[in-house]
Structure formats: C-alpha cells, structure tokens
C-alpha cells in the first residue's frame, strides 16, 4: 500500500510569517504565526521542535507539534532539529474520508513516539501496514511541498 499526495500543492502568499492558500474546491488563506518556521522546515527536510530553555523552569524536553511559549513558565520557546526516526505508538485505518481529505485511501494514520520529545506526533504511514512499536523515519516532501503536515510521511525503518 502506498499513500500518494494527489497532486495537491499550496501557494506560498507569504513567507514570514508563512501564509499559504489551499487549493480545493474552495480555498482558505491561512497563516501559521509563529510555527511558520515547523513547516518550512518540512519542505526542507527538517523535523524542527521547540525546546524551553529557562533554567528556573527545569522544562527541557522537545514538544512536537511545536509550542511558541513553553506552557510551564510561558517563556519563548527555543527551535531545535528533533530526531527523524521514532516509533509507532498507535494507528487507525482512514476508510472513508470526507470531503477534503487529500490522501488516498485507506490511510493508515499513526502517532510516532520520538526519544526526546515529550509529545506524540501525528502523521500517515507513506508504504506499509503499521503495527504498534514498529521503527519508522520520516520521509519529507521537498520537491513539490504542499506547506503542510503532509510534507511528512512515515516509512518503516
């Protein structure tokens, strides 16, 4: 089974902050605040996390999907490059989707532990069949991104 990205791509409006218009069969112009920076680095190539550096708060763990203020001491959160392999942790088969979903179905959708990081990170398994504690690495769409979560895919290990 391989998942496929249906051609889709979005239009870059803006790159600081990121803005991006997805087309469907309407459109929605969106912009990413201060997590621009997470999915720029999806196109290239990178898993960027956010990490909180006060040393009073004793909170040094990655977060993934990324925070802008740590939410222990509310201090900016520092970006750093998460490690792109992990661990499925659990999954779900998307059969029926509705009407914007843009992969191919069935989907197998899965939350990836990431030594680390203190947060599970949800994605699609690009090829394979999911099984709980199987390895995976991420897999980034660089040449045609979409400026979205689906620049990140899951492969086996």
Known sequence: MAIELNDTIAEVLSEDPLVIKNKKDWY?????????????????????????????????????????????CWDRMTWVEAPTVGEVFTHSTVLYPGAPFRLSTPCPLISVVIEGVCTKLMGYMKVGEPKIGMAVKAEFNTEKPTNTILDLAWVPR
């Open 28 to 72: 929605h112009i969106h912009s990413y605040g201060g997590w621009g920076r997470f999915f720029t680095g999806l196109r290239e190539g990178k898993l960027l996390a956010t990490r909180c550096d006060n040393k009073e708060c004793g909170e040094n763990r990655m977060w993934l999907p990324p925070r802008c203020e740590c939410p222990d």
